[in-house]
């Protein structure tokens, strides 16, 4: 038998009202709750990149942060990264 991989999404997130490790501890476990999440939250540029299986929506994300009581959107790229990404894409 041949083990499916889940596909794994990157999301950035802005996350506001964090304002000490503390804070970042608590925003990476309470995404850590949801089953194969992990994250890396950078206190001082208020983000939170976040690898999750495809099956894992950007709202369950976004929930979970802001029942731990954080503000939290989903990150825009700045243009010149969106149009980056579009010349590289094939």
């Known amino acids: 038998m041949t083990a499916v991989v889940p596909t794994i999404v990157?999301?950035?997130l802005t996350v506001g009202g964090m304002?000490?490790?503390n804070c970042v501890r608590h925003v990476q476990e309470s995404l850590g709750e949801i089953d194969g999440v992990t994250?890396?939250?950078d206190l001082d540029t208020a983000?939170?990149?976040v690898r999750h299986p495809a099956d894992v929506t950007v709202a369950q994300l976004l929930?979970?942060?802001d029942e731990a009581g954080y503000?939290?959107?989903v990150r825009e790229a700045p243009a010149h990264e969106n149009a980056a990404?579009?010349?590289g894409a094939r």
């Open 19 to 21: 304002h000490c490790g």
């Open 63 to 65: 929930d979970a942060i």
């Open 71 to 73: 503000e939290v959107a």
């Open 39 to 41: 994250a890396e939250v």
């Open 10 to 12: 990157r999301t950035e």
């Open 47 to 49: 983000t939170a990149e």
């Open 85 to 87: 990404g579009a010349a």
